[in-house]
């Protein structure tokens, strides 16, 4: 029933900037709070932000901090990852999924979205 699809990823130079959508279903809006996680090649899977979508408090990693930055559409039923300067360690596939998200913790929880690529390289 719970349904979540990313979209937005691809290929940008160092410097620039994407946008990150997930679109996300089939469950109370105002009591989950979702997140984005991403996985590089050869490393472990890491939380970066979450939001939740009862009062939009947020929370980010340390390496994402003034760089990304995560909003939440509820007409729209999508959570987004505006991602800016991106540097080539920013390489990842970029997953959303239903989260425990507060101003200093984010927890991952059951459901997940596909994945969308994200490459940085010039």
């Known amino acids: 029933q719970v349904q979540l699809e990313e979209s937005g990823g691809g290929l940008v130079q160092p410097g620039g900037s994407l946008r990150l959508s997930c679109a996300a279903s089939?469950?109370?809006?105002?009591?989950?709070?979702i997140g984005w996680f991403r996985q590089a090649p050869g490393k472990e899977r890491e939380g970066v932000s979450c939001?939740?979508?009862?009062?939009?408090?947020?929370y980010y990693i340390d390496s994402v901090k003034g760089r990304f930055t995560i909003s939440a559409d509820k007409a729209k039923n999508t959570v987004y990852l505006q991602i800016n300067s991106l540097k080539p360690e920013d390489t990842a596939v970029y997953y959303c999924?239903?989260?425990?998200?507060?101003?200093?913790?984010?927890?991952?929880?059951?459901?997940w979205g596909q994945g969308t690529q994200v490459t940085v390289s010039s």
């Open positions: 089939g469950f109370p809006w105002d009591l989950y709070a």
């Open positions: 939001v939740a979508l009862r009062d939009h408090t947020t």
């Open positions: 999924a239903t989260t425990y998200c507060g101003s200093t913790y984010l927890i991952a929880g059951d459901y």
